[in-house]
């Protein structure tokens, strides 16, 4: 995690070095919920909740930094004689992201694209009705990250953000998966 923070602090005060008079800076909270049920002994729920700092440079260029803080719970249950499996997954990523913005810093509807790095850790903890839960060890990898987003300008100052993110995480081995959230959320220029 230090060798990440340090390369990103690096990259920031590298690019203000360059365009010191460019530069603005814009805080985020953004808010991800999602819940599917089959019925009342199978359903899972998952929520998220991020924030972040962006720095901006040239007016459509930025650096992203953020945390999530995000947990997963599934529940199920086979047939009716069998003890119900509660699957408790926590995961929490800091991330780093180059965005570049599609439209004027002045403009209503401001699309963006972004991609970056990640460090993402896990645990889960899994429940058994009538027996003792377990936990795994928090698995920490560092992932690629990507995503597009919209960003609606209410004002100079605030605005609404909604973004769809992905990391493609290494889960055993050379085995990878795509994570991915869609979220929305507040924004604000300072």
Not at 79 to 100: C, E, H
Not at 132 to 161: C, H, M, R, W
């Amino acid at each position: 995690m230090n060798r990440f923070l340090y390369a990103a602090t690096l990259f920031v005060m590298t690019v203000f070095s360059f365009s010191a008079h460019a530069v603005y800076t814009e805080i985020g909270a953004q808010y991800g919920h999602k819940t599917q049920t089959y019925d009342s002994n199978n359903y899972n729920e998952t929520e998220s909740i991020t924030g972040s700092l962006s720095l901006y440079f040239w007016e459509r260029i930025a650096l992203e930094l953020s945390y999530t803080d995000a947990q997963a719970v599934v529940v199920s249950k086979a047939f009716a004689g069998d003890p119900k499996r509660t699957t408790i997954q926590k995961s929490q990523i800091l991330g780093a992201d180059l965005i570049l913005i599609l439209a004027e810093k002045k403009a209503l509807f401001q699309p963006y694209i972004k991609g970056g790095m990640a460090q993402i850790s896990r645990k889960q903890t899994i429940k058994i009705e009538n027996q003792d839960s377990y936990s795994n060890d928090p698995e920490t990898a560092v992932a690629p990250s990507y995503g597009v987003g919209l960003k609606i300008a209410l004002t100079e100052q605030f605005g609404l953000k909604f973004s769809y993110d992905a990391w493609e995480t290494p889960i055993s081995g050379d085995s990878k998966t795509n994570d991915s959230a869609i979220r929305a959320g507040l924004t604000w220029v300072l």
